[in-house]
């Protein structure tokens, strides 16, 4: 303990005549002789004064008066484990780039421990910041500062989203030391070594001596782009090395913050970087908005994304009759849209199916009328349709093919030419037959492509000079053929053309999609073209390499998105990926939505390594504010004092041959309770936490015997050990139950959580179970949900996107119902779990099952995940008077239904969002009812009710 005014304690010199004049008696009464005293002391009466104070008072008078006099010492107990000596003016240099943040908050508590010192010794301080300021200020030391005055001025100050500039740091400190000012460092180091580390610790070191503070557990990382291919988005996680081994859990969220996949990662000692997959369908993919790493604070963890990272559907119609097995139209397609977008090849039908950004049409894969009616309204509807010219396309025009055709003026019709009926697949109408260039019958020579116009979304693609055209289909000239045309020969007719049809595109590219009638399938160009023409199928407008995007939302020093700071400026577009970033270019979303790209940390923060220790190394945990005692000891002198008055006040108004027993016992009651009151607030945070709550138990530390579930209506869940699976299975069911309770007359109480062979499941009427990879069965729980079902109990199993039909081995249609997405494994948990149970034959839930309309008439019962078959019991089985025991699916209810303590729906609905979430509640309320009045709303009284809502 340390006394910051140590001669406040000469006081205590007095505590002597303290005590003499505490025990001073009043003068003694003059004796006078009086006969009739006689006569009054034979009454009886005792004098009861009391004379001298007890002396356990005197000494509680002295301790009150010496807690007091030690209090104006303003004691405290130093807790800075290092034993940094603050005996003269201090340099504080303190790192606070991105590399800071993690850890922040113990960093400033040390900060606030060093200034303490500093100011209560009377010393001044000077600070650099090594990151540079917002608005483009220079790096530089501060005027001497009083110590709290500091930290008035460090207040707002936190890590700064962007690096340290450690060159323009040691500039500063050697102007320090050449203006002849020398004295101890306080250097808090991120620990993330630089280019000029070497400079900056000969600065340091002229300066004074340095201790090196920091922290040795901080967990620096950052998420750098890796091979964005289509079926996955790889990241590269790189860290500083650690001694240790370490478990980091890599989040996907959209942007209202939603999660769609967790990795966890695991880094081996001294490890510098893993890689990270998501694997995602590319409709949750194209969703997310952000990857962080969980726990760890700060913009490094954060990677942004933009379009770039979004893979658009491309569908590829199969089925030409003149393909070959090894060259065929698509052969040059796949090759070059594979590294960018998903590809999809198959029928028309079936690509039409699903939702597409793309649809390419080699040549003759359209020509029936059903097949360009379908694709034309598709197109209406927004979709970007590309077509490639061939022999078919020639014949479909309407001619045969021409060596070398004479061009009309633009404008005029060919004398003679019959005008085709227009086809509203084609942006532009074509000539007969086909252009040839070259060959042994003709004069002329293959054309080279001229330079892309300005206005052409090929605009900056460069053009190489090797590739040649020799045949190509004619647009038929006419007044606006130049606003439909994107690229041209250099003689000036067009190779590539388009035009808008209702709200979508289609493009037509005036060659083979083979190296039949041009190089370009072969060439570099053709790959970029096409990327292209998928970034504008999704509204994206690609800037020019010299066009700059202005800061439109940045993340600050706690890795959160907020507006520009001061002197933010705008990237030019070909710098992203190539750019780290600054003080004039922080991290965050860069450009008008259309052309929005992402600047993030990691895009060029390179290998990580450790910082070497400059001067004495220290733990910068060993810092922390004192603890000062002489508040508690004032209380504490006061208190005594307020026990005094009370003491006295009982004494002097106490009367009798037992008042002083009785006052003692008084007092010592009153300095029972008043020592009890001081001391509560200390026992009170120790207490122990209440037991966990039972399942059934009305409040978590209720100890009736009768269960909560036995005094209202409540669903269960079955405990999987999982601890985010059974969160989810909590907060869905209790979503549920307010749905439930918001839209019908039943009333649910909370959800309760489950373990089949411990606890009594005949209080609820419906169990959901969610189905976990690794999970297993005993005798015991078999033969209680034997049990339970037989009593007329339902169990809803979910296994969580596996269709149950791969494992209850269904083979009534196992066709394209299964889906193979998130849950794998879980087809030989279903197998294991449901082996012992008394499971009847199965059917799939149709529209005719009274679980479709026991309150909402379903068609659909989606979940998170939507087209997966759910399976009941078939109709007719007389166990439960016809009601189906279990309910098996896989469409992932709970994360559906999940509502988290603020009130919102953290998981995302694939693919329809809150139509889908909404279809989902219904089919739980559905569920409910269901369990609650079994078949009751399969009576026939219901049948007409029923035939009329129904159209039937």
């Not at 509680?60 to 034993?83: E, N």
């Not at 790192?95 to 606030?112: C, F, H, K, M």
């Not at 936490?689 to 209202?712: F, K, Q």
């Not at 082996?835 to 309309?853: C, E, F, Q, R, Y």
Request: glycine share 8%; proline share 9%.
């Amino acid at each position: 303990m340390i006394l910051t005014t140590p001669w406040v304690l000469w006081a205590l010199a007095a505590l002597p005549v303290v005590w003499l004049l505490l025990r001073a008696l009043p003068p003694r009464p003059r004796e006078q002789a009086f006969p009739p005293i006689a006569i009054l002391r034979g009454l009886g009466a005792r004098n009861d004064d009391v004379a001298r104070a007890p002396p356990w008072l005197l000494v509680l008078r002295c301790l009150a008066v010496a807690l007091v006099i030690a209090a104006c010492a303003q004691p405290f107990i130093t807790r800075d484990r290092a034993g940094i000596t603050t005996t003269a003016d201090t340099l504080l240099v303190i790192d606070n780039g991105w590399a800071a943040a993690p850890g922040w908050t113990e960093r400033l508590r040390a900060v606030d421990s060093i200034l303490q010192r500093l100011s209560r010794n009377g010393h001044a301080v000077r600070l650099l910041l090594t990151a540079p300021p917002a608005g483009n200020e220079p790096v530089r030391v501060s005027e001497a500062q009083d110590p709290a005055i500091m930290r008035t001025m460090l207040d707002p100050t936190e890590a700064q989203p962007w690096g340290v500039d450690r060159h323009a740091a040691a500039t500063a400190l050697q102007a320090l030391a050449q203006g002849g000012w020398h004295g101890p460092v306080l250097y808090l180091a991120d620990g993330l070594a630089t280019p000029d580390d070497a400079a900056f610790a000969t600065a340091l070191r002229a300066v004074g001596p340095v201790r090196d503070l920091r922290l040795p557990d901080a967990d620096i990382v950052t998420l750098a782009p890796g091979h964005n291919g289509s079926e996955a988005l790889d990241l590269r996680l790189r860290t500083v090395p650690r001694p240790t081994l370490r478990e980091l859990a890599v989040r996907a969220q959209t942007l209202d913050n939603s999660t769609l996949q967790v990795v966890h990662v695991t880094l081996p000692p001294d490890a510098r970087q893993a890689d990270v997959r998501l694997n995602l369908p590319v409709e949750l993919r194209n969703q997310l908005d952000h990857v962080d790493v969980d726990a760890i604070s700060g913009p490094a963890s954060v990677r942004l994304l933009d379009e770039n990272d979004r893979r658009r559907p491309v569908g590829l119609i199969s089925g030409n009759a003149s393909d070959t097995p090894l060259m065929g139209s698509l052969f040059y397609l796949r090759r070059a849209l594979a590294p960018g977008a998903e590809l999809r090849e198959g029928s028309l039908d079936s690509l039409l199916a699903r939702p597409l950004s793309i649809l390419i049409a080699p040549d003759g894969t359209l020509g029936s009328p059903d097949a360009r009616h379908k694709v034309e309204d598709w197109v209406r509807r927004g979709g970007t349709l590309i077509r490639f010219a061939g022999p078919l396309l020639v014949q479909a025009a309407g001619g045969p093919g021409l060596a070398n055709p004479t061009l009309p003026a633009p404008g005029a019709e060919r004398p003679g030419a019959n005008t085709p009926a227009p086809d509203a697949l084609l942006p532009v109408q074509l000539m007969d037959g086909e252009r040839v260039l070259g060959g042994a019958m003709s004069w002329s020579r293959p054309e080279h492509l001229a330079p892309f116009d300005a206005q052409s979304p090929f605009h900056d693609l460069p053009v190489p000079g090797d590739v040649t055209v020799s045949r190509q289909v004619l647009a038929r000239p006419s007044a606006d053929l130049d606003t439909h045309t994107w690229a041209r020969l250099t003689d000036g007719t067009p190779l590539v053309t388009h035009a808008a049809l209702g709200a979508g595109q289609v493009v037509l590219f005036h060659v083979t999609s083979t190296a039949d009638w041009s190089n370009l399938p072969l060439s570099g160009l053709f790959v970029g073209m096409l990327q292209r023409l998928g970034e504008r199928a999704m509204g994206i407008e690609t800037p020019a390499d010299q066009s700059l995007l202005s800061p439109y939302l940045t993340l600050d020093g706690a890795g959160v998105e907020g507006p520009p700071p001061a002197g933010a400026q705008a990237v030019r577009a070909d710098a992203f990926g190539h750019i780290a970033v600054s003080a004039t270019h922080p991290p965050g979303l860069y450009g008008p939505r259309a052309s929005r790209r992402a600047l993030n940390v990691g895009d060029e923060a390179g290998e990580m390594l450790p910082q070497s220790p400059i001067g004495t190394a220290m733990d910068l945990r060993g810092q922390a504010p004192d603890i000062a005692l002489g508040p508690v000891l004032a209380v504490l002198g006061l208190a005594l004092i307020l026990v005094d008055g009370i003491v006295a006040i009982l004494l002097r108004s106490s009367a009798g041959r037992g008042a002083g027993r009785l006052s003692g016992r008084m007092t010592m009651l009153v300095l029972a309770v008043a020592g009890a009151a001081l001391a509560f607030p200390n026992r009170a945070p120790a207490q122990d936490a209440p037991p966990p709550a039972r399942a059934g138990s009305e409040h978590p530390n209720d100890t009736s015997a009768v269960p909560g579930a036995a005094l209202e209506t409540r669903l269960g869940y079955i405990v999987t050990n999982h601890e985010d699976i059974d969160t989810v299975s909590r907060e869905g069911l209790q979503g549920l139950s307010d749905y439930v309770n918001a839209r019908t007359s039943a009333v649910l109480g909370h959800p309760d959580a489950l373990v089949p062979e411990r606890d009594d499941l005949s209080y609820y009427p419906m169990i959901y179970w969610p189905v976990t990879a690794d999970a297993t069965t005993t005798p015991a729980r078999t033969a209680a949900l034997n049990a339970y079902m037989r009593h007329g109990g339902i169990l809803m199993i979910d296994t969580q996107g596996q269709d149950p039909a791969t494992a209850q081995g269904d083979k009534a249609d196992n066709g394209d119902d299964s889906f193979t997405g998130s849950a794998p494994g879980t087809a030989a948990a279903l197998r294991r779990m449901t082996a012992g149970l008394d499971i009847p034959p199965l059917m799939k839930l149709d529209d005719h099952h009274v679980l479709t309309h026991t309150f909402y008439l379903l068609h659909d019962f989606p979940g998170r995940y939507d087209g997966m078959p759910v399976w009941v019991a078939q109709e007719g089985d007389s166990t439960n008077d016809g009601v189906s025991p279990v309910i098996i699916g896989s469409n992932d209810w709970a994360h559906a239904w999940a509502v988290d303590d603020s009130g919102n729906t953290p998981y995302a609905t694939i693919p329809d969002g809150t139509e889908q979430r909404t279809l989902a509640y219904r089919f739980g309320v559905n569920a409910v009812l269901y369990a609650l009045t079994g078949n009751y709303k399969a009576d026939q009284v219901h049948v007409p009710a029923l035939l009329k809502r129904l159209g039937e």
